[in-house]
């Protein structure tokens, strides 16, 4: 079983190529955004709550997204490995996550933390927002999602220093194929060395 964490701050391509890897690998890829938008689209009772912080550029709580998220895994069927894309995103997250996995006796995830620069990611979501109708892609909102990871998410990466848990950083500019090769080439140089 592979496991990846696609890491990264906003606009740094964690969707883009998490599906792509989820293709070369043959892992189920999760986007806990996209589960998000599903909830909110649902119109359960959490909808409007989960709504307002999104489209402010906030974090859900963590309670609320380690719960969807370990519901929505139970849910899947016989699993090659997962590839999950905006999670963890806060300290908590990352240590709920490792102890689940080692709960379930499944491989410590490996992190891939993508590598962008602010300017380059602002003008990339700008341009998304006018496609996408995302309601978390324009200039206030971004900023703030930046100010988010900074604060809240970047602690994951501390996390997985600490614990010395496997990870790798990887060069995010560029064609969308040259990053893809890019991250095959070091999670390739992971698994020949865990497999060993
Ligand atoms: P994304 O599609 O990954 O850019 O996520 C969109 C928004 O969903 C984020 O700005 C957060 O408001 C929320 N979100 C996604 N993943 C998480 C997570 N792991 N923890 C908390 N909030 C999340």
Redesign the pocket.
């Known amino acids: 079983m592979l496991n990846l964490l696609l890491f990264g701050p906003?606009g740094s391509g964690?969707?883009t190529q998490s599906e792509l890897l989820a293709d070369h690998y043959g892992l189920e890829h999760i986007?806990?955004?996209?589960l998000?938008r599903e909830e909110v689209a649902k119109g359960t009772e959490l909808s409007h709550d989960i709504e307002a912080?999104?489209s402010v550029?906030?974090?859900?709580p963590d309670h609320l997204?380690l719960d969807l998220l370990f519901k929505h895994i139970n849910q899947m069927g016989n699993k090659k490995g997962l590839i999950l894309?905006?999670?963890?995103?806060?300290y908590r997250?990352a240590e709920e996550l490792v102890k689940e996995f080692n709960t379930r006796q499944w491989p410590i995830p490996l992190l891939v933390a993508l590598d962008v620069e602010e300017e380059e990611l602002l003008q990339r979501l700008l341009e998304r927002g006018k496609i996408s109708g995302r309601s978390?892609d324009h200039e206030e909102t971004i900023r703030g999602?930046f100010k988010v990871y900074h604060e809240q998410s970047e602690p994951v990466i501390q996390y997985f220093k600490e614990s010395h848990s496997p990870m790798i950083e990887i060069e995010g500019v560029g064609a969308i194929e040259e990053v893809t090769e890019n991250l095959v080439r070091g999670i390739d140089q992971f698994i020949s060395e865990t497999t060993i």
């Open positions: 906003p964690k969707g986007s806990t955004g996209d998000l912080l999104i550029g906030k974090l859900v997204i894309d905006g999670f963890p995103r806060t997250q978390d999602r």
